[in-house]
């Protein structure tokens, strides 16, 4: 029986960490939990255990994955080159949501980097990640465990929703705290470059660099993560003002469409059939939700979604970042 039909996906004690650990050895894949989403993951050193998590998530070879790590010691056993500035990013945020990007050891696999001269290496802030890390000993590489282009999983269910075939064990570790994909930073070109936004903010970054780090606009090449559409659900994300709200309402029940708004607070004005959404209030709240509210328009088979996306810097920059991605604009530019 595979994890799908399971109703039990618990699996979180030590017996979980065990059985991940002799998943990893055999060359299977896991669902593994992070601070930020979950993992689809496979021992990073073993290149047919890295293949089968393209072909889980049907994502195109030449996307490069995340190479998880117990601790920032074992750096050195996966990039060259390394700056001093990695140390010291790694002595503040790891732990933690920053994934850095540096020159890749000679022993990393293609499959791993995507062909790329650099590896992508982060040490996650979840009890039950460190845990299989540490017993596992290796490298875990692990993308989001979504199929290619959709919404990064924030639960133990939704992971086995999208890819309960594809795993031999997944580890329940909760709502995810964090909610949305690690920052990225690029540190193999001299500059440090801020290739994906997310909790840890550029100011963040900023404290610890002592200079402006780079915000490229255009980084699709480089990061083929920051595709235009991306972390996209079924329903048309249709971005809107608090004002602009009502017109867009209008609009699309003109054409009988099933409209929903996902927004941080609900105006009065609003028909009161039209499905609302609520967003949350502090960015953490929202940042910890965003994924979730995403797959419930969908579980209500909302043909489009009018989302508000928040303003300000910090988290909220991240957010604007996925909800432009989920709309097919691109990234957000402020
Ligand atoms: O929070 C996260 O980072 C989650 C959890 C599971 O750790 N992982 C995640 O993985 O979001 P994924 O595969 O969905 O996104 C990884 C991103 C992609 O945008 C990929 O292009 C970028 O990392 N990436 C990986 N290696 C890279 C490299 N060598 N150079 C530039 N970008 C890289
Ligand atoms: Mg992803």
Same mark, same amino acid.
């Given at each position: 029986?595979?994890?799908?039909?399971?109703?039990?996906?618990?699996l979180s004690g030590?017996a979980g960490v065990?059985d991940?650990?002799? !998943?990893?050895?055999?060359?299977?894949?896991?669902?593994?939990?992070?601070?930020?989403?979950?993992?689809?993951?496979?021992?990073?050193?073993?290149?047919? !255990?890295?293949?089968?998590?393209?072909?889980?998530?049907?994502?195109?070879?030449?996307?490069?994955?995340?190479?998880?790590?117990?601790?920032?010691?074992?750096?050195?056993?996966?990039?060259?080159?390394?700056?001093?500035?990695?140390?010291?990013?790694?002595?503040?945020?790891?732990?933690?949501?920053?994934?850095?990007?540096?020159?890749?050891?000679?022993?990393?696999?293609?499959?791993?980097?995507?062909?790329? *001269?650099?590896?992508?290496?982060?040490?996650?802030?979840?009890?039950?990640?460190?845990?299989?890390?540490?017993?596992?000993?290796?490298?875990?590489?692990?993308?989001? !465990?979504?199929?290619?282009?959709?919404?990064?999983?924030?639960?133990?269910?939704?992971?086995?929703?999208?890819?309960? *075939?594809?795993?031999?064990?997944?580890l329940?570790?909760?709502?995810?705290?964090?909610?949305?994909?690690?920052?990225?930073?690029?540190?193999?070109?001299?500059?440090?470059?801020?290739?994906?936004?997310?909790?840890?903010?550029?100011?963040?970054?900023?404290?610890?660099?002592?200079?402006?780090?780079?915000?490229?606009? *255009?980084?699709?090449?480089?990061?083929?993560?920051?595709?235009?559409?991306?972390?996209?659900?079924?329903?048309?994300?249709?971005?809107?003002?608090?004002?602009?709200?009502?017109?867009?309402?209008?609009?699309?029940?003109?054409?009988?469409?099933?409209?929903?708004?996902?927004?941080?607070?609900?105006?009065?004005?609003?028909?009161?059939?039209?499905?609302?959404?609520?967003?949350?209030?502090?960015?953490?709240?929202?940042?910890?939700?965003?994924?979730?509210?995403?797959?419930?328009?969908?579980?209500?088979?909302?043909?489009?979604?009018?989302?508000?996306?928040? *303003?300000?810097?910090?988290?909220?920059?991240?957010?604007?970042?996925?909800?432009?991605?989920? !709309?097919?604009?691109?990234?957000?530019?402020?």
């Amino acid at each position: 029986m595979n994890i799908k039909d399971r109703e039990d996906i618990r699996l979180s004690g030590s017996a979980g960490v065990r059985d991940a650990v002799d !998943a990893l050895r055999r060359g299977a894949l896991i669902g593994l939990p992070t601070e930020t989403v979950y993992g689809l993951g496979a021992d990073a050193g073993n290149p047919a !255990a890295v293949a089968k998590i393209f072909a889980a998530k049907q994502r195109p070879a030449d996307h490069p994955l995340i190479v998880h790590l117990h601790r920032a010691a074992q750096l050195a056993q996966w990039a060259r080159d390394i700056p001093a500035l990695a140390w010291s990013l790694a002595e503040a945020f790891w732990p933690g949501p920053l994934t850095l990007v540096l020159p890749r050891a000679a022993t990393v696999s293609d499959g791993v980097t995507g062909g790329l *001269d650099t590896v992508a290496l982060r040490v996650p802030a979840h009890p039950l990640a460190l845990d299989v890390l540490e017993a596992f000993g290796g490298g875990i590489a692990a993308p989001s !465990a979504n199929r290619h282009k959709k919404i990064s999983p924030t639960t133990a269910r939704h992971v086995r929703e999208e890819l309960g *075939d594809a795993v031999e064990v997944l580890l329940d570790g909760g709502p995810c705290r964090v909610g949305i994909e690690s920052t990225i930073v690029d540190l193999s070109t001299g500059l440090p470059r801020l290739l994906r936004p997310g909790a840890i903010t550029g100011e963040d970054l900023e404290r610890v660099t002592g200079k402006p780090v780079e915000s490229p606009v *255009d980084t699709a090449i480089r990061s083929p993560g920051r595709m235009k559409l991306h972390y996209a659900p079924n329903a048309r994300v249709v971005l809107a003002s608090m004002e602009q709200v009502p017109e867009r309402i209008a609009e699309y029940a003109a054409l009988s469409a099933r409209v929903g708004v996902l927004s941080a607070r609900r105006a009065e004005s609003w028909p009161a059939q039209v499905p609302w959404l609520s967003m949350g209030h502090s960015p953490d709240q929202q940042a910890q939700q965003l994924y979730r509210r995403l797959r419930e328009a969908d579980d209500m088979d909302l043909a489009v979604l009018i989302v508000v996306p928040p *303003d300000g810097r910090g988290l909220n920059h991240a957010l604007r970042d996925r909800l432009w991605r989920a !709309a097919g604009l691109g990234h957000a530019l402020a």
